[in-house]
Nanobody
C-alpha cells in the first residue's frame, strides 16, 4: 500500500507560478511511475505529466513548456513546477503512483484567477 499526500496548491494570479509536491510512503518509490493528473469541475480527470523510474517524462500538450515534473527518490517526493499559469489550469491536482497497482492522493486545489 502506498500513501500519497499532495501539497502546494492555492490561489494564484494568471501568469503566476506554483510548485506542487507529493510525498509518498514506502521504500520502493524509485520504481514507481509517478504522475500528476487534474480534474476541473464537470470534467474528467486528465493526465498532466508523468515521470518514469528512469526519469523519462511526458506532458499533456496544454502544459508542455510551462510545467515541469521532477522526482527526488531520496525524499520519496515528486514535484510539479507550474509556470505561466492560466485560468484554464484551475482544477484539483492529483498525484498518482503506478507499479502494477495504482494509487491516488486526495488532491490539492489550484485556482488561477485575478
Amino acid at each position: 500500500q502506498v500513501q500519497l499526500v499532495e501539497s502546494g496548491g492555492g490561489l494564484v494570479q494568471p501568469g503566476g507560478s506554483l510548485r506542487l509536491s507529493c510525498a509518498a510512503s514506502g521504500n520502493i518509490f524509485n520504481l514507481y511511475v509517478m504522475g500528476w493528473y487534474r480534474q476541473a469541475p464537470g470534467k474528467q480527470r486528465d493526465l498532466v505529466a508523468r515521470i518514469t523510474s528512469d526519469g523519462s517524462t511526458n506532458y499533456a500538450a496544454s502544459v508542455k513548456g510551462r510545467f515541469t515534473i521532477s522526482r527526488d527518490n531520496a525524499k520519496n517526493t515528486v514535484y510539479l513546477e507550474m509556470n505561466s499559469l492560466k485560468p484554464e489550469d484551475t482544477a484539483v491536482y492529483y498525484c498518482n503512483a503506478h507499479l502494477g497497482n495504482v494509487y491516488w492522493g486526495r488532491g490539492t486545489q489550484v485556482t488561477v484567477s485575478s
